[in-house]
């Protein structure tokens, strides 16, 4: 019985909502969809917070480009017992980055002044 509440529990804690509600929650494949300033609770109590995008020089929808181009994206990762540390994404050369015990993969990145990000989340091997 203890181990079904402890599994339940992690369940519960994996799928805690981002400040802000239900598009931070982590779905059952642990990708979430975070707005910049969003944050999302991992099973280890760690935090991730999406800050934003810092540069961004993607080609915007319908229209015809040399070059895709590409956005650097900021996250915060904060452990349960340390110092936060920032997370610098790249949507063409860094994708995957490692955090804690966690492995984060951004996934997705939407247009506009505000883009909201997606991110898969899984625990490093």
Request: net charge neutral; proline share 6%; hydrophobic share 45%.
């Amino acid at each position: 019985m203890t181990r079904l509440f402890a599994a339940l529990l992690s369940l519960t804690a994996l799928s805690a909502c981002a400040s802000g509600g239900g598009p931070g929650a982590l779905g059952s494949d642990g990708s979430a969809t975070l707005k910049p300033g969003e944050r999302i609770a991992l099973a280890d109590r760690s935090q991730l917070r999406y800050i934003g995008v810092t540069a961004d020089s993607r080609c915007p929808p319908n229209v015809q480009c040399i070059r895709a181009g590409d956005a650097d994206v900021a996250f915060e990762f904060a452990p349960v017992d340390g110092a936060a540390q920032p997370l610098a994404f790249n949507t063409e050369n860094a994708r995957t980055l490692s955090a804690g015990r966690w492995t984060i993969e951004l996934t997705a990145l939407a247009q506009g002044d505000a883009p909201a990000a997606t991110v898969r989340i899984a625990a490093t091997p």
